[in-house]
């Protein structure tokens, strides 16, 4: 209403413009399930076996999906178990410790090598530049809902915040600049929350011996 008074001349400001809407907690928090995981891996087969390594290295990592498409092997130290990304969204360079699930999976490729590119095309040597189609493919095939595969970054941050790793340390290896960001990423589960609301039962049954 304010605008079109605006635009006949009848005012000279809408007076709503300074106005801030009020942010919308609309962000679906969403990370994979345990079982989701299974069906998932189990979906990479045929035309789409080569996702597998592509996920789980998502899965083990949380690396970013241009971060894992744009992997050579020069950026990978088996060995040492290390990552070493070069080309990141915050332009610093960061290492990541490989797991030993990961780390299987990268002994296999590394076998069969013929490319520069770690997650390359037999055919034409040259990396997977596009990943939708097939992802979208495996979730159907996996009968799993609402899932992106950014989630699996998601996914690698609450499972190293759940197992005790330090939030700092968690930071590091996602590359956040603000620690606030890594928050985001993190939340308790379901069985987290429970172990929360129990360790208040034992503070409950020691009020009860003491008294």
């Not at 990541?96 to 013929?114: A, G």
Request: glycine fraction near 4%; aromatic fraction near 8%.
């Amino acid at each position: 209403m304010f605008s079109i008074a605006v635009d006949n001349g009848w005012i000279e400001q809408n007076p709503c413009s300074k106005i801030k809407p009020l942010k919308e907690d609309n962000i679906i928090e969403r990370h994979l399930q345990k079982d989701e995981e299974l069906r998932l891996l189990n979906a990479c087969t045929g035309a789409y076996e080569y996702m597998k390594a592509i996920l789980i290295c998502a899965i083990h990592t949380g690396c970013r999906k241009g971060e894992i498409l744009n992997l050579k092997w020069e950026n990978i130290d088996l060995q040492n178990r290390y990552i070493t990304l070069t080309e990141t969204k915050s332009g610093k360079k960061r290492d990541i410790p490989i797991s030993y699930t990961l780390l299987k999976e990268l002994e296999s490729l590394e076998i069969n090598k013929k490319s520069n590119y770690v997650f390359a095309n037999p055919e034409s040597g040259e990396p997977y530049y596009d990943i939708k189609r097939p992802f979208k493919a495996i979730l159907e095939r996996a009968e799993i809902e609402e899932l992106r595969f950014h989630d699996l970054r998601h996914t690698a941050a609450t499972r190293m915040v759940a197992s005790g790793t330090d939030i700092v340390t968690v930071q590091d290896i996602l590359g956040h600049q603000d620690l606030k960001t890594t928050s985001r990423y993190s939340h308790p589960d379901k069985e987290r929350k429970f172990k929360a609301v129990e360790a208040l039962d034992k503070y409950n049954e020691l009020l009860n011996v003491s008294s």
